[in-house]
């Protein structure tokens, strides 16, 4: 891990809308979406008419609207009918794990709902499947970042995550979102090259950077706890989000289910590098209160990444909690078909099917747990050893 200072210059102090939004019902969410971004001073403060703009959507991998593990199709064309009526022009698109082809991603876009919103919206959906270096100059650890050219093809860039949990980063919202902007295989180079958790959080907050969205609206109104990010349960949070700063509405998002910046370490490198004040003094909200959606019950993924910052411990501790209280991703036999998809996206190349049934050899494991986040039948989760639980 490398030292941090910080490299780049405090944000404007943005404002941070909330608003209730009880179901998908297209003119609720047009409604409260409306009314988020009225809070912000309006959609002419971050797109002017005439622009192209791309909706960067969740899209993770294949998943019906209704498991929650990606942007819900109404919120995006609710987006995009707004942007229509500005005189903008929405692009809807995303380049989820995995190869990134036009037929993978028609196959995507309709699994997930979006190509029906694209229809409704007039939206056009991007199979612009080309990447090239974007250079990077406020980046910490990456001055380029190989990116999608479908940047390179609008004017602006708004961030649509799903508001959800995740095994590795603990959460993942607007500015993990902008990840999607690396093409898909690259993503796993990123994971191998960084398996500490903060370097790994410094190259989010770099990638989003260098995707500089002017506006990031989030879909909270079905949230993912547990076993996220595509393997959770639902929770009910009942909102939208928009803020024109992705950290700040990130922040914002981990205070409504009870996670600090130090519990978080994208959040925690983002005060580090003067992005978010430490103190959270910049926090600006708007919209209806945001203390009538906390939910404290709401469930944190499993993860050992407090045991794996073990500086302060005498070094035999340190090394035997490091073999022994890791978590690690396991497979339950029992919902896995053996497709595959965990083996050819995992970074390390650990895994393999064995009668079936896919096998992780846990030794070399980076604990980025991709296997888990893309797996299609929730076969995997993260397994969390005895003497880890009675550590914590």
């Given at each position: ?31 409260a ?20 703009v ?6 993770l991998?294949r998943?019906?609207p ?17 942007l229509?009526a ?39 959906l ?20 190989r ?53 790994f ?22 949230a ?20 024109g ?25 983002a ?21 009538a ?8 993924p ?41 083996a ?13 049934k ?28 005895v ?6």
């Amino acid at each position: 891990m490398i030292p941090i200072n910080p490299t780049t210059p405090p944000t404007p102090t943005p404002a941070v809308s909330v608003r209730r939004c009880g179901s998908y019902e297209y003119g609720e969410v047009r409604e409260a979406l409306g009314q988020a971004l009225a809070d912000l001073g309006g959609l002419a403060g971050f797109v002017s008419p005439g622009e192209k703009v791309l909706l960067k959507v969740n899209m993770l991998l294949r998943k019906k609207p209704e498991d929650g593990a990606t942007t819900h199709p109404a919120v995006v064309r609710a987006m995009a009918d707004i942007l229509a009526a500005h005189g903008a022009e929405p692009v809807i698109g995303d380049s989820p794990g995995g190869l990134f082809t036009p037929a993978l991603l028609k196959a995507q876009y309709q699994g997930c709902g979006f190509d029906e919103a694209a229809r409704l919206s007039g939206a056009r959906l991007n199979f612009n499947c080309g990447a090239s270096v974007r250079p990077n100059p406020g980046g910490l650890l990456l001055k380029s970042v190989r990116a999608v050219d479908m940047l390179n093809d609008v004017d602006k860039v708004i961030s649509m995550p799903k508001f959800k949990v995740h095994g590795m980063m603990t959460y993942t919202g607007a500015v993990k979102n902008m990840f999607g902007v690396v093409p898909g295989l690259a993503k796993a180079e990123y994971h191998l090259n960084m398996p500490d958790y903060d370097d790994f959080a410094n190259a989010l907050i770099d990638v989003c950077l260098c995707a500089a969205p002017v506006l990031s609206v989030m879909d909270g109104i079905e949230a993912m706890e547990g076993n996220g990010p595509s393997g959770g349960d639902i929770y009910r949070m009942n909102c939208v989000m928009a803020s024109g700063s992705p950290f700040h509405l990130d922040r914002a998002a981990c205070a409504m289910i009870g996670l600090g910046a130090g519990d978080v370490p994208l959040l925690r490198n983002a005060v580090l590098r003067g992005i978010l004040a430490e103190d959270g003094s910049d926090a600006v909200y708007a919209g209806d209160p945001p203390e009538a959606f906390y939910a404290p019950g709401f469930k944190k993924p499993v993860s050992g990444r407090s045991l794996m910052n073990m500086e302060k411990y005498p070094k035999p501790l340190a090394r035997f909690m490091d073999r022994h209280a890791k978590t690690r991703p396991a497979v339950r036999k029992e919902l896995c078909v053996g497709c595959g998809e965990c083996a050819r996206n995992c970074p390390a190349k650990v895994i393999g099917i064995e009668g079936g049934k896919a096998v992780i050899s846990c030794g070399k494991c980076i604990r980025c747990y991709c296997c888990q986040e893309l797996c299609p039948k929730k076969a995997v989760e993260i397994h969390k050893p005895v003497i880890a639980r009675l550590f914590s």
